[in-house]
């Protein structure tokens, strides 16, 4: 098993920045993929970053790609998502994710967050115009 606590979130003004953290605890050596997904209200969650934690490759949503960068200290069990130039679309509540890749490459599981196996509880982001 594998625990997720995502820290950082809070109310940034368009244009602003906020840096997310997620630590892992238990089983972490299993994780084959983390990302960070999103879920505003009365939508579907949506990837917007993973990271292949062996290699440190990383993918990204067209809508992110550019301001958005994930991260990863694997000493510390710990992933990082700097979102910079804020926009009021991307408010939504941020769950780090991780998978021991049992189905899915990368670019498979940051269309479907149903192929991650464990969750975090969310942190919120707010953007203010």
């Known amino acids: 098993q594998v625990q997720l606590v995502e820290s950082g979130g809070g109310s940034v003004q368009a244009g602003g920045s906020l840096r997310l953290s997620c630590v892992a605890s238990?089983?972490?050596?299993?994780?084959?993929?983390m990302g960070w997904f999103r879920q505003a209200p009365g939508k579907e969650r949506e990837g917007v970053a993973l990271?292949?934690?062996?290699?440190?490759?990383?993918y990204y949503a067209d809508s992110v790609k550019g301001r958005f960068t994930l991260s990863q200290d694997n000493a510390k069990n710990m992933w990082y998502l700097q979102m910079n130039n804020l926009k009021p679309e991307d408010a939504a509540m941020y769950y780090c994710?991780?998978?021991?890749?049992?189905?899915?490459?990368?670019?498979?599981?940051?269309?479907?967050?149903?192929?991650?196996?464990?969750w975090g509880e969310g942190t919120l982001v707010t953007i203010s115009s």
């Open positions: 238990g089983d972490t050596y299993r994780i084959k993929y």
């Open positions: 990271i292949y934690t062996a290699g440190g490759a990383t």
């Open positions: 994710a991780a998978t021991v890749g049992r189905i899915g490459g990368a670019w498979y599981l940051l269309t479907h967050p149903n192929g991650l196996d464990y």
